[in-house]
């Protein structure tokens, strides 16, 4: 049967988002596929706070500006994806310089 190309990530986060115990990594992978390809390679989700919102690392400041830009859109992307409400926000941080 064909039908739509799906991503590594959206599968990931469809098979492991009803696992209590996967729910780190499902966040991960919907997180990766609500940025797109280019933007999750250069932030990462480390957890969610204690308001919902989601603690997101960015490679540079420009990355971070994108964002807190998207922040509505990839929050309801990622809730739609997981298919319960997670994020209500994102706190973006650069990651320190090596």
Same mark, same amino acid.
């Given at each position: 049967?064909?039908?739509?190309? #799906?991503?590594?990530?959206?599968?990931?986060? *469809?098979? $492991?988002?009803? !696992?209590?115990?996967?729910?780190? &990594?499902? +966040?991960?992978?919907?997180? %990766?596929?609500? /940025?797109?390809?280019? +933007? %999750?390679?250069?932030?990462? @989700? #480390?957890? @969610?706070?204690?308001?919902?919102?989601?603690? &997101? @690392?960015? !490679?540079?400041?420009?990355?971070?500006?994108?964002?807190?830009?998207?922040?509505? @859109?990839? /929050?309801?992307?990622?809730?739609?994806? $997981?298919?319960? !409400?997670?994020? !209500?926000?994102? *706190? &973006?941080? &650069?990651?320190?310089?090596?």
């Amino acid at each position: 049967m064909r039908g739509r190309r #799906r991503s590594l990530a959206s599968v990931l986060a *469809d098979a $492991l988002a009803g !696992t209590p115990a996967a729910r780190p &990594v499902a +966040l991960a992978a919907a997180f %990766a596929e609500a /940025c797109g390809p280019r +933007l %999750a390679r250069e932030a990462s @989700v #480390r957890g @969610v706070t204690r308001e919902g919102h989601l603690l &997101v @690392v960015a !490679t540079s400041a420009a990355w971070a500006a994108q964002l807190r830009e998207l922040a509505p @859109v990839l /929050c309801e992307q990622l809730n739609a994806r $997981l298919k319960r !409400t997670v994020a !209500t926000g994102l *706190d &973006v941080h &650069v990651a320190a310089e090596r």
